[in-house]
C-alpha cells in the first residue's frame, strides 16, 4: 500500500481480555516500530523489528506484551490479560533499514480497556 | 541510554509569533536528528531532519539547527500560523543501520489568531 496500514482503528475490550493490533508496513520497509501514545507520556518505544536480524523488545513494558513479524512483512502486537492502564494509542512506523532514513507512522489503534 | 529531552508544553503563542522549541539530547556517537509533527487528528510526519553536526533542517518554514557542541536541535519559526498547531517530537536515531528511533516526549504546541 501508499502508506502504513494499521487495524483496527478504535478497540474498546474488557479489562482482562486479550487483544491483538494489526500493522501492514510500507512494502520494501524492512524496519518496523511498535510504539504507544499515552497522554502526556509522550511516545514510548515499545519493540522495533530490524530486517532479519532479532527484534529489540527493549521497550516492552511486561510479559503480558509481545509481537511478531511474519514473512519479513505484516506485524501483530499482542496484548494479554489487558489492563486499564494498557489504554492508549498504539502506533506503528516503518523505514528502510538503513541509518539516518525516517520513518513513516500509521494513524494508530486507539485501544481503551473498560 | 539514548534519550531526548524536550521543553514541556502546552506553548501558546499568537499569530505571527516567534516559536522556539527547545530539544537536547544524549546519545552515543553521533546521531541524526528529526523533528516530527502530529496535526489534531492525523498521524505522526517528518517535518525536518539533520545528519551532521551544523547541518540545518528546514521545511514549513520551520529550522533546526545541529548543534554537536550543546548536543542541541532547537526547532524555530519565524512567524507562526494558526495552522501550525499541533505536537511536536523531537528525536534521534544513531548512525548505523538497525537501531531504533528514540523520542521525546513532544511539545503540543496552540496558536491563537
Known amino acids: 500500500g501508499a502508506g502504513v496500514s494499521q487495524s483496527p482503528s478504535n478497540k474498546v475490550t474488557e479489562k482482562g481480555k486479550d487483544v491483538e493490533l494489526r500493522c501492514d508496513p510500507i512494502?520494501?520497509?524492512?524496519?518496523l516500530y511498535w510504539y504507544r501514545q499515552s497522554l502526556g507520556q509522550g511516545l514510548e518505544f515499545l519493540i522495533y523489528?530490524?530486517?532479519?536480524?532479532?527484534?529489540?523488545k527493549s521497550g516492552l513494558p511486561s510479559d503480558r506484551f509481545s509481537a511478531e513479524r511474519t514473512g519479513g512483512s505484516v506485524s501483530t502486537l499482542t496484548i494479554q490479560r489487558t489492563q486499564q492502564e494498557d489504554s492508549a494509542v498504539y502506533l506503528c512506523a516503518s523505514s528502510l533499514l538503513e541509518a539516518r532514513t525516517e520513518a513513516f507512522f500509521g494513524q494508530g489503534t486507539r485501544l481503551t480497556v473498560v | 541510554g539514548d534519550s531526548v529531552t524536550q521543553m514541556e508544553g502546552p506553548v501558546t503563542l499568537s499569530e505571527e509569533a516567534f516559536l522556539t522549541i527547545n530539544c537536547t539530547y544524549t546519545?552515543?556517537?553521533?546521531?541524526?536528528l528529526f523533528w516530527y509533527v502530529q496535526y489534531p487528528g492525523e498521524g505522526l510526519q517528518l517535518l525536518l531532519k539533520a545528519t551532521k553536526a551544523d547541518d540545518k533542517g528546514s521545511n514549513k518554514g520551520f529550522e533546526a539547527t545541529y548543534r554537536k557542541e550543546t548536543t542541541s536541535f532547537h526547532l524555530e519559526k519565524g512567524s507562526v500560523q494558526v495552522s501550525d498547531s499541533a505536537v511536536y517530537f523531537c528525536?534521534?536515531?544513531?548512525?548505523?543501520?538497525?537501531?531504533?528511533?528514540?523520542f521525546g516526549k513532544g511539545t503540543t504546541l496552540s496558536v491563537s489568531s
Open positions: 523489528f530490524q530486517g532479519n536480524s532479532a527484534p529489540d
Open positions: 512494502s520494501g520497509h524492512t524496519a
Open positions: 528525536a534521534l536515531s544513531r548512525n548505523q543501520a538497525g537501531t531504533a528511533l528514540i
Open positions: 546519545a552515543t556517537g553521533y546521531p541524526s
